[in-house]
């Protein structure tokens, strides 16, 4: 069965420390990742997508089909990413876009 | 552009009332989703549309109903609400295409079932 499993459900860090949030998946097929960021009292809105490959505000994620993980990293926390974070995955080439998500992760950096 | 937008914010219905959730988009998506996010859980499909005139099931759809008759509108429909209902619905949007997984979320309608 497909599922994304996000084992945190909050992780605390101090303003400068490293942040890893943790995603792993089952998949049979070819997965496309996702991690959707939610503000305080903002919309849901994509953060990355592992097939971009890019950094978005300092945070980067690499697929690991190895380990069937897709961990969301950043070397140092701002307060600002004070946010919650929510794993997806979806079919590669899929027809219809559906998203799987996690359970999510609070991210709470503190001064 | 507005996005995406819900309407209302919050609801408060009685065990067995009926009411429609509302989501427009006027970003020209044609596709469309309805998700709901229980207290602790990832947010679930509950129904989708590809365009209009074309709605399927998602992970979650029993008790509700969706139509599509414009690219623009994606009404949800609860016929006899119930306690387990009680969530945050979510409606969002994409274009198709491989490229373009990006799926747009409204604000969110909280509903309460009591």
């Known amino acids: 069965a497909q599922r994304v499993t996000q084992p945190e459900k909050l992780l605390s860090v101090f303003k400068g420390a490293p942040v890893e949030l943790k995603c792993n998946y089952s998949y049979s097929g070819s997965p496309e990742l996702f991690w959707y960021v939610q503000y305080s009292r903002q919309r849901l809105q994509l953060l990355l997508r592992h097939i971009s490959r890019e950094s978005i505000k300092g945070f980067t994620a690499d697929l690991n089909k190895g380990e069937t993980s897709f961990h969301l990293k950043k070397p140092f926390a701002q307060e600002e990413d004070s946010a919650m974070y929510y794993c997806a995955l979806s079919q590669y080439g899929g027809a219809t876009n559906k998203l799987i998500f996690g359970t999510g992760t609070l991210l709470a950096v503190q001064p | 552009n507005a996005g995406v937008t819900q309407t209302p914010k919050f609801r408060i219905l009685k065990i067995g009332q009926s009411m429609t959730l509302q989501c427009a988009q006027d970003?020209?998506?044609?596709?469309m989703y309805w998700y709901r996010q229980d207290p602790g859980m990832g947010l679930k499909l509950i129904y989708y549309?590809?365009?209009?005139?074309?709605?399927d099931k998602g992970e979650v759809p029993n008790g509700y109903n969706v139509s599509r008759s414009t690219t623009e509108d994606f009404p949800l429909r609860l016929e006899l609400a119930a306690p387990s209902q009680t969530s945050v619905y979510f409606c969002?949007?994409?274009?198709?295409?491989?490229?373009?997984?990006?799926?747009?979320f409204g604000p969110g309608t909280r509903l309460t079932v009591t």
């Open positions: 969002a949007s994409s274009f198709p295409g491989q490229d373009s997984y990006e799926q747009y």
């Open positions: 549309s590809v365009g209009a005139g074309i709605t």
């Open positions: 970003m020209n998506h044609n596709y």
